[in-house]
Each structure stands twice: as C-alpha cells, then as structure tokens.
C-alpha cells in the first residue's frame, strides 16, 4: 500500500520541536526516544489512517479527522487519499479546546 504525502502544519511543528527542545534538557537520550516513538506513529498512519479515532474535539468531523495519544501527547490530523496533515501537537495535560 502506498504511503500518503505527509504534511506539517507550522504551528504543529514548532510544538513537536518545543517539546523535544524541553525533554533534552533533561535526557537527550529520552527525548530522541519520544522523537522516534512519535515519527514511528505517525509513520503508521501515513498507510492506515483510520487506525486512530475520530478527533473528539473536531467540530463537524465527517470522520478524516483523527488523533491519537502517546508519549503524553495528542496529535491531531486529517486524511484525504493522498496526504496526512498534522494539524495539532498538544501535551495531554493543556486544556483541549475545539477547532
């Protein structure tokens, strides 16, 4: 099966950097640890996306909008035939808030 396009929202993507940056000052080790855990999931949605359930806190999610938990962080994203869009990268402790 043939992988789609991923893409990253900037905001997103400044959020995932933050958090590693925040990890490392700590444990670098621990921080590449939830970087690979984190890219290898992501990795796995590029090829099943609906793996993961709907996002609860889309309003009017016609189902292609999905999120997933891990490493005490949430990732939003939506699906189309060809790509995965990253659309939020949260730690589970902030208040969730609709989009």
């Known amino acids: 099966m ?3 396009k991923l893409i990253w929202d900037e ?3 400044v959020r ?3 958090s590693l940056r925040y990890i490392s000052e700590t444990s670098t080790q621990q921080a590449e640890q939830v ?8 990795d796995l949605i590029r090829v099943h996306p609906e793996r993961f359930p709907p996002d609860k806190y889309k309003r009017n999610n016609s ?3 999905r999120a997933l938990e891990i490493n ?3 990732i939003s994203y939506h ?3 060809h790509t995965i869009r990253i659309l939020r990268f949260r730690h589970v402790k902030q ?4 989009y």
Request: overall charge negative.
């Open 2 to 4: 043939e992988k789609r």
């Open 72 to 74: 005490s962080y949430r």
């Open 79 to 81: 699906y189309t035939e």
């Open 16 to 18: 995932l950097e933050a």
């Open 35 to 42: 970087e690979q855990t984190i890219l290898e999931k992501i």
């Open 95 to 98: 208040d969730p808030s609709e």
């Open 11 to 13: 905001h997103a993507l």
């Open 63 to 65: 189902g292609s909008y």
